[in-house]
C-alpha cells in the first residue's frame, strides 16, 4: 500500500473526556490485559496438555484464545505505552498495521463463532454423524477459512481506508487508529467510502449473527424434543458459555459501527469493553459452565505448583 499522503504520522488523543485520569487508567487497564493474557494461556494449557480435550468444540476453543490474546495486543500496548507518560504519536505504517490487524482479528473471531455454532449444530443435531462430519480435515478447512475471510475482509477495509489522502490534522480523536475516526482526518469527500464501509462492517456481522441463529433454531428443537430432563438441560448447559461469548463480541460491533450518529466518549468505553473485557471473560465463560475444562484447569494449576515447590 502505498502512502501518497503528506502526513507521516498520526497523534492518539486516547479516550475523550479522561484528562488527568491517565495514571488510574493505566493500572486498571493493565490489570485487564495482564488478566486477558493469563485466562486465554491457562484455557490453551488445559486444552492441549488434556488429551481428552482434542475434540472439534475444544480445537476451536483453543483458536478463539489464541485471538483473544492477539486481539487485545493490537491496541493496549500502544495504549498503555501513552498512558505511562511516554509519546502518542504513532506511525502512518503502524497506524495502518493497528487498523489490519483490529479488523482481521476481530472478523476471524466473528466467522469463528459461527463455525462453533454450526459445530454445536451438528453435536446436538446429528450426535452419531459427529465425528465422520466434524473430522479432523473438515476442522482444519474450517479453522483455517476464518483466518483467510477474515484476512480478505481486512484487506478490503484497510485499503479503503488508506487509498484516501491524509494530508492535513493528524490528531485522531481516539485510543487507537479505526475507520471511522480515521476518516474524519482525509483530505476527500468520504462519504461513498463511509457507505460502503458501513454496508461491508455491517453485512459480515449480521450474515455471521443470522447462520448462528440458524443454527441455534435447529439446536433448540432438537433439544426440546429430548424427553429426558436432565439430557435438555446438559444440551442447553453445553450451549450457553458460546451464547454467551456470541452476544458479548457482536453487541459492541452493532453500538459503534451501526449507530447513525457516532458519540466518541461512548464508543470508546464500548471499544475498551470489546478489546480488553470481552476476552478476559471468555475464559472465565467458558471454564466456570464447562467441568472438563475446569477439571483440566486444576491439574494444569496443581502441575504449575508442584513444578515452582521443586
Not at 51 to 62: E, G, Q
Not at 122 to 139: E, F, G, Q, W
Not at 189 to 210: Q, R
Not at 275 to 288: K, Q
Request: neutral net charge; charged residues 10%; contains cysteine.
Amino acid at each position: 500500500m502505498r502512502n501518497a499522503s503528506l502526513v507521516t504520522e498520526f497523534i492518539l488523543l486516547g479516550i475523550p473526556h479522561t484528562e488527568d485520569l491517565e495514571t488510574m487508567l493505566f493500572v486498571l487497564f493493565l490489570s485487564f490485559y495482564i488478566f486477558t493474557l493469563m485466562g486465554n494461556l491457562l484455557i490453551l494449557l488445559a486444552i492441549v496438555s488434556s488429551a481428552w480435550l482434542h475434540t472439534p468444540m475444544y480445537f476451536f476453543l483453543c483458536k478463539l484464545s489464541v485471538c483473544d490474546i492477539f486481539f487485545p495486543s493490537v491496541s493496549s500496548p500502544k495504549m498503555l505505552f501513552y498512558l505511562s507518560g511516554n509519546s502518542r504519536a504513532i506511525s502512518y505504517s503502524g497506524c495502518v498495521s493497528q487498523l489490519f490487524f483490529y479488523h482481521f482479528l476481530g472478523c476471524t473471531e466473528c466467522f469463528l463463532y459461527t463455525v462453533m455454532a454450526y459445530d454445536r449444530f451438528v453435536a446436538i443435531c446429528y450426535p452419531l454423524r459427529y465425528t465422520i462430519i466434524m473430522s479432523h480435515r473438515v476442522c482444519a478447512i474450517l479453522a483455517m477459512g476464518t483466518s483467510f475471510f477474515g484476512c480478505i475482509q481486512a484487506i478490503f477495509l484497510t485499503t479503503l481506508t488508506f487509498q484516501l489522502p491524509y494530508c492535513g490534522p493528524n490528531e485522531v480523536d481516539y485510543y487507537f487508529c479505526d475507520i471511522p475516526v480515521i476518516l474524519n482526518l482525509a483530505c476527500a469527500d468520504t462519504s461513498a467510502l463511509e457507505m460502503v464501509g458501513f454496508i461491508s462492517v455491517g453485512l459480515m456481522p449480521l450474515s455471521c449473527f443470522l447462520l448462528i441463529l440458524t443454527s441455534y433454531s435447529c439446536i433448540v428443537y432438537s433439544i426440546l424434543q429430548i424427553r429426558s430432563t436432565e439430557g435438555q438441560r446438559r444440551a442447553f448447559s453445553t450451549c450457553s458459555a458460546h451464547l454467551t461469548a456470541i452476544l458479548l463480541s457482536f453487541m459492541p460491533v452493532v453500538l459503534i459501527y451501526l449507530q447513525p450518529t457516532p458519540n466518541p466518549w461512548i464508543n470508546a468505553t464500548v471499544q475498551v469493553l470489546n478489546n480488553l473485557v470481552t476476552p478476559m471473560l471468555n475464559p472465565l465463560i467458558y471454564s466456570l459452565r464447562n467441568k472438563e475444562v475446569k477439571y483440566s484447569l486444576r491439574k494444569v494449576l496443581e502441575e504449575m505448583a508442584l513444578i515452582h515447590e521443586k
